[in-house]
């Protein structure tokens, strides 16, 4: 009780419960454990089974029990018979409050006492002998039917006290010689006949631990201990358990310490190819490396061995966890070859877990199957700084893009049939339909009630609507040519950008043109990387547009009452995947905007998650899609925002191929063979090009992060050329400009850009937004493109501006700015690099992703569905149909 107390002053949202699990009638032994957990202070929850109950009934019980986070003790009150090993094992150990499972007897025979459980009848009958004789040691006990779980224990801590056990049974030849020697005799059994006078030694001690029975004739001078005396001294080691049990769930809620066991990696030379690397290299068990982190078996949910979601309840549990770090990794503009980022981020969090001992987590975006066949291979790192394995890192994963794809498409299911429907029935057949009578009970589902509410209507009878009120209530009037909604597809499928749909002649001639876009660039996809928990995510898919009606008010998921549907498909793809590095590391998974039309990184979940986990003085890496004027402006403006996080570093990646395209050098395009030009030492180019990584590193300066350059060296590239960037850069305003050989070499090759991130991450930050939410769309369009674009201004569209006063006009002003535009120019321009002066940056097009929470301007022709190229990916991938071993990943 007084233990109880003490857990209630520390942590008073406790309330321990002891499940009390009985079959048939009550009795006084179930009472005697009621009244004691009264007396303590405990809560009892008794779950009555069927009198003939089946042992799977029990189990499914048991284990509903063990996932029940307010139950902290279970107790089995049920005849022995159906205490099989099955059953007492179903029970976790750490709410096996008898002590019976295999792993608490097991921990009591080893010698864990402080670890386990000891079972409470067992620890009753050793404190009788205590209170009957000072000095056990050296005494005799014969423990008579006693077996199974409690007789191990019991003989276990009679031996731990320096007593002889023996055991017999009732039907033992030997059974009066056995008595007359012991000094304590222990009765156990529904069928013993007790024991006679004169078998007994003198001043010896009985102890009855089976059904109370009438002393035999000349028994009544024997020392007897009733069932009620030994069962309620049972029942208060029993709550004694269940407050230990507490006190132990209240610990593991509690902030764990990292135990990480690296892998080691052989680094080869030369270096072999990616997945050649990956499958040299044995993963840990993924439930081993969650352990190692800190994560509950409860917060973790296994997809396979390699890879597993995690729970959102993480979040609550360690809500006063002071946040680690936060380092965002961007780029220069990239050429179309990629610098290596993602690389970087791994090499990275490598360097610091496996070599500094710093606990780290990398937070990557999960790769779309468009570029995976298409153009790109796969985006799992590269050399020795890869996620593993591979290939369930590219492909399929968690299955969060097909239900990304599968929830998108069910939004343009449901506007296409509702426009059908709405165009070819009568406002009277449109509600019948819509609110249809059920076994005589007509009424409407919550989501159609939320609608009347928006409309103002406030009545909840179906039949008390006006003709007039059932007309707006049945009628979104969706304008066919206004319809916002695009379907996808993960796969580069150019004929796709646009169709028409509607030419079956069951769709009554109501055809008309749309597209589809690639998966990742669905608005489902941000909403999943900017939600920050179910109930944001519901909210968020509920207020997205998807057309405007004919009278131009705007059309939501809400409206069209698929709201509750998108958030089931979405229920499992909204937690982060948990997977590893090569060298063991911690590496969360989730979600994968399109890095130009969306904001382009990983999500708001995976971060707040690893911040929590890594501790105060970890360090959590993340990494935004594309340049610093896409990736990293998008991450600042519109995922700090979402999150309310603020980062202390900035890592901008650099290689010194990319500056020299910059610096005028011939263009490049994957699968072609590089110009000499990047291949040979050329300090001209590398001194133009560094321009662009001068320009990426005073973008960062207007957030006021600090920056730590880090150079993605490359076989090709010379000392002279590493030097020359590094001086540039930090002349430049860089905190610090390190090579980094982490695709060589591991976290052992990035140690230097470690270091120099642990001593940014010290440095005071000024972390600013770029623009006010309250200025005028216009004004934030414009601000982006002269502070970051370096434009001299922008040129609005007619369309363009009927929409941002459309937007302004709905309400929508004050959402921040996703601008898309191309990734390989500071520009609207491709083919212009270094950094472009002079240009005017025009915006065709203003559109809204409502339920992300943001408006998105089309800068030049900016396309949503990749194409795939003359000679794609796809013709290097194959499986070996005997080993199922992939081949041409990467």
């Known amino acids: 009780r007084e233990d109880l107390a003490s857990l209630h002053e520390q942590h008073p949202g406790i309330q321990p419960v002891l499940a009390i699990v009985q079959a048939g009638e009550d009795d006084a032994l179930l009472e005697i454990n009621k009244k004691m957990a009264v007396k303590v202070g405990l809560n009892v929850m008794q779950i009555c089974l069927p009198s003939e109950f089946t042992e799977d009934e029990l189990v499914e019980e048991l284990l509903r029990l063990n996932g029940d986070p307010g139950v902290h003790g279970v107790f089995l009150h049920l005849p022995p018979s159906s205490l099989s090993s099955r059953v007492l094992n179903s029970i976790q150990p750490e709410k ?60 276990c801590l009679m031996q731990k006290n320096g007593m002889l056990v023996l055991n017999s049974q009732w039907s033992s030849a030997n059974l009066q010689n056995q008595v007359m020697q012991a000094d304590v005799a222990v009765l156990v059994g529904d069928a013993h006949r007790g024991l006679p006078p004169m078998w007994l030694k003198s001043g010896a001690t009985v102890i009855n631990c089976g059904p109370v029975l009438k002393p035999a004739e000349g028994l009544k001078d024997m020392e007897a201990r009733p069932l009620s005396e030994i069962e309620s001294l049972t029942a208060a080691l029993r709550m004694q358990n269940v407050v230990r049990s507490s006190s132990l769930w209240v610990r593991q809620q509690q902030y764990l310490p990292w135990k990480l066991r690296t892998l080691k990696l052989q680094p080869l030379s ?21 352990q190692e982190i800190g994560l509950l078996p409860e917060e973790l949910e296994a997809y396979g061995r390699t890879k597993a979601k995690v729970r959102l309840s993480l979040l609550d549990r360690l809500k006063e966890q002071p946040d680690g770090k936060y380092v965002l990794v961007a780029g220069i503009t990239p050429t179309p070859l990629g610098e290596g980022k993602s690389t970087v981020t791994i090499g990275l969090v490598q360097a610091l877990s496996a070599h500094l001992k710093l606990n780290s987590v990398a937070c990557l975006r999960q790769p779309s199957q468009g570029p995976t066949f298409g153009v790109k291979g796969g985006a799992a790192g590269g050399g020795y700084a890869q996620v593993i394995p591979m290939e369930e890192f590219n492909l399929h994963l968690t299955g969060d893009i097909h239900a990304i794809t599968a929830a998108n498409n069910l939004v343009a299911a449901a506007i296409d049939a509702r426009i059908l429907h709405e165009s070819t029935q009568s406002d009277k057949a449109l509600y019948n339909r819509l609110v249809p009578s059920v076994n005589g009970m007509r009424r409407f589902s919550p989501i159609q009630l939320a609608r009347l509410h928006r409309l103002g209507i406030s009545k909840s009878d179906p039949g008390a609507l006006t003709p007039e009120e059932a007309k707006t209530f049945v009628r979104l009037d969706l304008d066919p040519e206004k319809v916002t909604w695009q379907r996808v597809i993960d796969t580069n499928d150019r004929f796709l950008r646009k169709i028409t749909v509607g030419q079956a002649n069951t769709e009554k001639g109501h055809s008309r043109q749309t597209q589809f876009d690639i998966a990742v660039a669905s608005e489902i996809m941000a909403i999943l990387a900017l939600s920050d928990g179910l109930a944001d995510m519901k909210q968020r898919l509920g207020r997205m547009v998807v057309g405007s009606s004919r009278s131009g008010q705007p059309v939501t998921a809400d409206d069209l009452g698929v709201t509750g549907a ?24 989730h979600a994968g905007p399109f890095a130009n039309i969306a904001h382009g990184n990983s999500s708001v979940l995976a971060d707040k998650l690893a911040l929590k986990l890594v501790g105060e003085d970890g360090y959590v890496v993340t990494e935004a899609g594309f340049g610093a004027d896409i990736g990293m402006e998008k991450f600042f403006n519109i995922k700090c925002r979402a999150s309310g996080l603020k980062p202390n570093v900035v890592v901008l990646v650099a290689t010194v191929r990319a500056l ?47 920056v730590v350059v880090a150079l993605n060296v490359f076989q090709t590239d010379t000392q002279a050329e590493i030097d020359l960037v590094c001086r540039i850069a930090e002349k430049t305003g860089a905190t610090a400009a390190v090579p980094c050989h982490h695709w060589s070499r591991g976290g052992r090759g990035s140690v230097d850009l470690a270091h120099a991130v642990k001593e940014a991450a010290r ?38 501006q009927a929409k941002i006063e459309y ?65 794609p990916c796809f013709y290097d991938i194959d499986l070996d149909p005997v080993t199922e071993e992939i081949t041409g990943l990467f």
């Not at 990616?274 to 499958?279: G, H, K, L, N």
């Not at 005028?664 to 030009?677: D, I, M, Q, R, Y």
């Not at 996703?818 to 203003?846: N, Q, W, Y």
Request: glycine content about 10%; overall charge neutral; charged content about 20%.
């Open 807 to 871: 937007y302004t006009q709905q309400g929508y002003n004050t959402l921040p700015i996703c601008m898309a535009k191309t990734h390989l120019s500071l520009s609207h321009m491709p083919e212009k690099k270094g950094v472009p002066t002079g240009f005017v940056l025009p915006i065709r097009d203003v559109r809204a992703s409502i339920g992300a929470g943001f408006i998105y301007p089309l800068v030049g022709s900016m396309s949503t569905m990749p194409g795939l190229p003359t000679r």
């Open 763 to 800: 440095q005071k930050n000024n972390f600013q937004f770029l623009y006010d939410l309250q200025m005028p769309i216009h004004e934030k369009i414009r601000t982006i493109a002269q502070k970051v674009y370096g434009a001299e201004d922008i040129d609005l569209s007619p369309e363009a």
């Open 566 to 589: 998108l958030a089931v498909l979405m229920k499992d793809a909204i937690k982060p995947t948990l997977m590893q590095t090569l060298e063991g590391t911690p590496v969360f998974v």
């Open 96 to 155: 096996d409050v008898d002590g019976r499972s295999d792993v608490n007897v097991g921990r009591l025979v080893c010698g864990g006492l402080t670890a386990g459980f000891t079972p409470p009848a067992a620890s009753a009958v050793v404190e009788f002998l205590a209170r009957h004789d000072t000095c056990l040691e050296g005494k005799t006990v014969l423990m008579i039917g006693w077996e199974g779980p409690l007789g191990v224990a019991l003989q």
């Open 270 to 290: 030369p270096v072999p190819s990616d997945i050649e690397i990956s499958r040299s290299q044995t993963p840990k068990a993924i439930d081993q490396l969650a």
């Open 660 to 706: 020299k395209m910059h610096g005028g050098g011939p263009n490049v395009s994957a699968g072609a063979p590089l110009p000499k030009e990047y291949i040979m030492e050329n300090l001209k180019l590398v001194a133009d090009g560094c321009s662009n990584l001068k320009k990426q590193i005073q973008i960062a300066h207007l957030f006021g992060v600090p």
